[in-house]
């Protein structure tokens, strides 16, 4: 029979004499899914994710976006079918987003200041049929309104205006505040923008309506399939205003902003790529942290597993867990309706 001794904590030399094995076992604390439940140090839960959805003008059904298996273009009846079903399995939020007819589209995103435009109506829509029962997010941005796809007003060289955008988001926010949100998303990284868009609602008797600032949005290729959600017509980038993927400390500068600016919630976009950043702001930030699980990484599990290179489920909760482990406490994703139903067991219902 082989033996040893012990010559330091767990080293082992060998002798007649048994070794009587490791002293510390951690493995003790996962042998059982009970056990592992116990001491689970990050939980996740349906009222930590926010569903983003896509209210599309002109079509009469739902439509399948190619590049986002399951994820749809909704009509406004599909759309509250949506909502209702993410607020009956607990889902904490819903993120909405318009897309305008190209007819609609123009240098300056006016169809998002319409009342009765794309976004604001399904705004109005949600409010009306759902009215408390969820956290009703809208995205506050000129990319999808506009004729030309970058999130702000041109100016004369056919560059982003940062001021000249920011009145247009002030604009905005009231619309979007008047249509029935909760929570209104400023997005397109123009400098000033929580402040401005703070200033307007307040001004205008919204003193209610909470600001999530896209604090660190990131200039990301992984935006791609969300490009085809809101039939962006973009050319180019925008390199400009959204952060290099190469820096990682100005996202603690434009968080510092954002709260002085008077955010009530601030984000890290994409989540996956940006753990790091993530985990840095949740450490310095004051008020909830959110990521947000985009389209491409999304994307990137459904082929993966379209082709049983992996567990699609397992892989949806893991991500899910690493995103809220690194610091997040909400967590915008398109698997909200799915992981909520794996979290209930109610996978298939």
Same mark, same amino acid.
């Given at each position: 029979m082989p033996g040893g001794t012990r010559t330091g904590t767990d080293s082992y030399q060998a002798t007649d004499v048994a070794y009587p094995g490791p002293v510390d076992r951690p493995r003790r604390l996962r042998t059982t899914p009970a056990m592992r439940r116990l001491v689970a140090q990050t939980r996740l839960h349906p009222a930590d994710l926010v569903l983003p959805v896509f209210v599309r003008d002109g079509i009469s059904e739902p439509a399948p976006?190619?590049? $986002?298996? #399951?994820? %749809?273009?909704?009509?406004?009846?599909?759309?509250?079918?949506?909502? !209702?079903?993410?607020?009956?399995? =607990?889902? =904490?939020?819903? $993120?909405?987003? #318009?897309?305008? !007819?190209?007819?609609d589209k123009d240098a300056v995103g006016s169809a998002g200041l319409a009342p009765y435009g794309v976004l604001n109506a399904a705004? &109005? &829509? %949600? !409010?009306?049929? %759902? =009215?408390?029962?969820?956290v009703l997010m809208s995205d506050l941005c000129l990319d999808e309104f506009t004729d030309h796809g970058h999130c702000g007003v041109l100016d004369d060289a056919g560059r982003v205006d940062n001021d000249?955008? /920011?009145?247009?988001?002030?604009? $905005?926010a009231v619309a979007q505040a008047r249509a029935g949100a909760h929570v209104v998303g400023p997005s397109g990284m123009m400098d000033g923008q929580v402040a401005v868009v703070r200033a307007a609602l307040d001004a205008a008797g919204h003193q209610d309506v909470a600001v999530l600032a896209y604090t660190a949005k990131y200039a990301s290729a992984a935006y791609g399939p969300f490009r085809e959600a809101v039939a962006s017509t %973009?050319?180019?980038? !925008?390199?400009?205003?959204?952060?290099?993927?190469?820096? &990682?400390t100005e996202s603690l500068r434009e968080l510092r902003l954002d709260l002085a600016q008077g955010a009530d919630l601030v984000m890290v976009k994409p989540a996956l790529?940006?753990?790091?950043? /993530?985990?840095?702001?949740a450490a310095v930030a004051d008020v909830p942290v959110a990521a947000y699980q985009v389209s491409g990484e999304y994307l990137m599990i459904e082929a993966a597993a379209a082709n049983g290179w992996l567990d699609r489920d397992r892989m949806v909760l893991e991500t899910l867990t690493s995103i809220r482990r690194a610091g997040a406490q909400l967590i915008l994703t398109y698997y909200a309706v799915h992981a909520a139903r794996l979290l209930g067991g109610r996978v298939g219902a």
């Open positions: 976006i190619s590049s $986002m298996p #399951g994820v %749809l273009q909704h009509t406004p009846d599909s759309l509250v079918e949506a909502a !209702r079903e993410a607020i009956d399995l =607990g889902v =904490g939020g819903i $993120m909405v987003f #318009g897309v305008p !007819r190209d007819v705004l &109005r &829509r %949600l !409010r009306d049929e %759902l =009215g408390d029962e969820t000249a955008t /920011l009145q247009v988001y002030a604009q $905005m %973009l050319k180019g980038d !925008r390199s400009t205003y959204q952060q290099d993927p190469a820096n &990682r790529p940006y753990l790091d950043v /993530l985990a840095d702001v």
